[in-house]
């Protein structure tokens, strides 16, 4: 990689704000468009009102989730709108142009203007150390919301991934008496060897009836209707999965159950970790590239 870039950082929330400075940090040339004022002054830290200079840029990143839908820059720091489409415009093939949790309509949209589009978000790396902060963000969450303590309350965590297994894990350093739900029998072989409880995920119906906290990972619908109908009033749901969620949120709500969807939670409680992560990343993705 080149000892100094020229990069912009356009649109994101203060994942992408910390970014723009550990950038600057590290001696590149940063941009930054549709992200507010700069958190902390920085030497070559430019906050930009126009993408007027953008042809220069070595690299542009654009936020996670780079969408806010209706064909908008996802840039909630901004008080202004931008459409997706005229920042594509200014953008040539040459330019590494990355973002995160890229969907189908941003890649044709990519496609149609010749440029090639890398998602920082399907990287290895990036999931790992986002499932930190999100299980750490799930037991602030718990402990803020829960009548009772950790230690001692019985807690499910439904799937055996990356982040479900680093919150069984800080659930259960708190004294909790955490059972897994998974659907493959390595995962639920590996929580027997840690010391977890363990059901298969098909046999979740009439066996929740005794949890104080569930806490699922699935983005999948696995807690409808009949499951939540096993739940005490009391239980407390925490959905840490993306789009659509495990949890039938009409059915909770009729039956009085607390659901907290918690979505993007390494920007909400971490954003300087976060921040770091996706830097982290694009620097291999940069180094992988020959830049």
């Known amino acids: ?16 704000a910390k970014l723009a400075q550990l950038l600057a940090e590290d001696g590149h040339t940063v941009h930054t468009y549709a992200l507010g004022e700069s958190q902390e002054p920085v030497p070559s830290l430019t906050a930009e009102v126009t993408l007027r200079r953008v042809e220069k840029a070595d690299c542009v990143i654009l936020p996670l989730t780079v969408t806010a839908g209706n064909g908008l820059l996802n840039a909630p720091l901004s008080i202004l709108e931008h459409p997706l489409a005229p920042i594509l415009d200014q953008l040539a093939p040459r330019q590494f142009l990355c973002g995160g949790r890229i969907d189908q309509t941003v890649c044709a949209m990519a496609r149609e203007r010749g440029l090639t589009i890398h998602d920082y978000f399907a990287r290895e790396e990036l999931a790992v150390a986002n499932a930190v902060p999100t299980a750490e963000g799930a037991v602030q969450l718990a402990m803020e919301h829960l009548p009772i303590t950790i230690h001692g309350s019985k807690v499910l965590v439904i799937g055996f991934g990356r982040v479900g297994r680093l919150t069984a894990q800080r659930f259960q350093a708190l004294g909790a008496r955490v059972s897994v739900a998974a659907r493959r029998y390595d995962q639920l072989a590996w929580a027997k060897a840690m010391g977890l409880g363990g059901e298969h995920l098909a046999h979740l119906k009439g066996w929740l009836c005794g949890y104080d906290l569930i806490v699922n990972t699935v983005p999948a619908q696995v807690l409808g209707r009949e499951e939540l109908e096993d739940l005490k ?5 925490l959905d840490l999965a993306s789009k659509p969620g495990g949890a039938d949120l009409g059915a909770a709500g009729e039956l009085g159950l607390t659901v907290i969807w918690a979505l993007s939670l390494p920007g909400k409680v971490a954003p300087v970790t976060a921040g770091a ?15």
């Not at 992560?277 to 830049?291: F, H, K, Q, V």
């Open 1 to 16: 990689m080149k000892h100094e870039l020229n990069i912009w950082v356009v649109g994101g929330d203060l994942r992408q």
């Open 233 to 237: 009033p009391d239980c407390l749901i």
């Open 277 to 291: 992560a996706i830097r982290d990343t694009i620097y291999n993705m940069l180094r992988e590239a020959g830049l």
